[in-house]
């Protein structure tokens, strides 16, 4: 009713014919309809329905005072009949009434002002781990290798059974690995552990995809190892594997030296040392230049701390998978009479710290902004 003159007087009666009567009610009717649809807020219509219905001295009321008792004996019948009627219709109005809203209403509401200056919001980075990890990726996908994916959660069987590491064999212990608990009622391949390599997801893919394969493997593993300056308890690692008949040894060398060229620059050499896992016969230890030094052991007059003056690096540990593991799949293609392959597999956190020059690995982990906004 804002900026509208209330306009509605109850009229006295002096004529009582029906049409005058006719004209009286509807004059009410209309004005009631109007004043409803002013409504805009809690309070006028509250205020709307007093005026209306207010026992003292409300519209109601007054039609009530002015129709029918100024009415003379032969018309109150009919007069009578007719305000009913219109305190019925004016009731229902009036208790239907509600809160209106206008279009300049919800238009002036929804309005923005495109000249308020906007919320700047902080833009991310990639985390120094995950841009290492895409960058080994990327290095492999471009050599025509795809990505596989498996769980974290693992059943003893992939992590270790289908790798050659037998039940209670020794080199189970390299492992440190942290069990589920709660398990001991299932058969021993079914016991849920967290995978302490991306290896098991080797056998997992070998499962749905018959050779040839190419594939590079990302994912977080878990050790049990207290957090220390080079230790942590979760980390990432790539595992690679390439599955053909005819991949030889020389293909793994070929593979490893330039994907160390693709990721630590052209001039670094690699060096494979002799080393063992179950999965993989032979197993080697690949070692790349120091790339902190150059391979002199030196920074100018220092000892060189990341290859412990030695000139070398280990990056990652390989070698031609083991036939006892194309067992384990034979009956998807994988025949060991007919197809060889060869595995490799690297922390990432580790290059990445190498890559870096960070001295403490812990702190790709505790979320510090002002460490990660460096790598921005
Ligand atoms: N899974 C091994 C580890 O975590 C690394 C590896 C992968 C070695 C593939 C050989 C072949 O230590």
């Given at each position: 009713?804002?900026n509208k ?11 009582y ?5 006719e ?7 209309a004005?009631?309809?109007s ?16 005026r ?17 008792k ?50 700047r919001r902080?833009?991310g ?5 995950i ?5 080994i ?10 990505v596989a994916?498996g ?15 037998p ?11 942290l069990f ?5 009622s299932?058969?021993?391949r ?17 499962e ?12 977080t ?7 220390d ?7 990432h ?5 390439a ?47 120091c ?10 007059s ?6 412990k ?12 998978v ?10 998807n ?7 060889s392959?060869?595995?490799f ?9 190498l890559?870096y ?6 702190l790709?982990?505790q979320g ?9």
């Amino acid at each position: 009713m804002k900026n509208k003159i209330v306009s509605y007087i109850v009229p006295k009666l002096t004529d009582y014919s029906a049409a005058a009567l006719e004209k009286a009610v509807g004059e009410c009717i209309a004005a009631c309809k109007s004043e409803s649809e002013e409504v805009r807020n809690d309070a006028e219509l509250k205020s709307f329905r007093d005026r209306w219905m207010a026992r003292k001295n409300g519209i109601l009321t007054q039609i009530n005072d002015l129709w029918l008792k100024g009415a003379a004996k032969d018309a109150k019948r009919e007069a009578g009949i007719r305000v009913n009627a219109l305190k019925a219709r004016i009731t229902e109005m009036v208790d239907a009434a509600h809160v209106a809203e206008t279009d300049a209403d919800s238009l002036s509401a929804e309005r923005v002002d495109i000249s308020l200056p906007g919320i700047r919001r902080p833009i991310g980075a990639e985390h120094p781990v995950i841009k290492t990890r895409n960058e080994i990726v990327g290095v492999f996908e471009r050599l025509g290798y795809s990505v596989a994916e498996g769980p974290v959660v693992e059943t003893d069987y992939y992590n270790f059974e289908a790798l050659n590491f037998p039940p209670n064999h020794p080199a189970r212990d390299t492992q440190d690995t942290l069990f589920i608990g709660a398990q001991q009622s299932k058969p021993q391949r079914d016991r849920l552990l967290l995978r302490t390599h991306t290896s098991p997801v080797q056998i997992r893919t070998m499962e749905k995809m018959r050779p040839p394969i190419r594939i590079v493997i990302p994912g977080t593993v878990h050790r049990n190892d207290p957090p220390d300056a080079s230790h942590s308890p979760m980390f990432h690692q790539i595992e690679g594997l390439a599955v053909d008949t005819n991949i030889t040894f020389g293909d793994l060398k070929g593979t490893l030296d330039h994907a160390m060229k693709a990721l630590f620059g052209s001039s670094v050499k690699t060096h494979f040392r002799p080393s063992f896992f179950p999965f993989t016969e032979p197993s080697a230890e690949l070692y790349v230049t120091c790339f902190i030094c150059g391979g002199s052991g030196k920074r100018s007059s220092d000892p060189c701390r990341p290859c412990k003056q030695t000139g070398w690096i280990e990056v990652l540990g390989c070698g031609m998978v083991d036939p006892n593991v194309f067992e384990f799949v034979k009956d998807n293609g994988y025949d060991p009479k007919k197809v060889s392959g060869f595995a490799f597999g690297m922390g990432v956190d580790r290059l990445a710290l190498l890559k870096y020059g960070v001295d403490d690995i812990q702190l790709f982990f505790q979320g510090d902004v002002r460490f990660l906004q460096q790598f921005g």
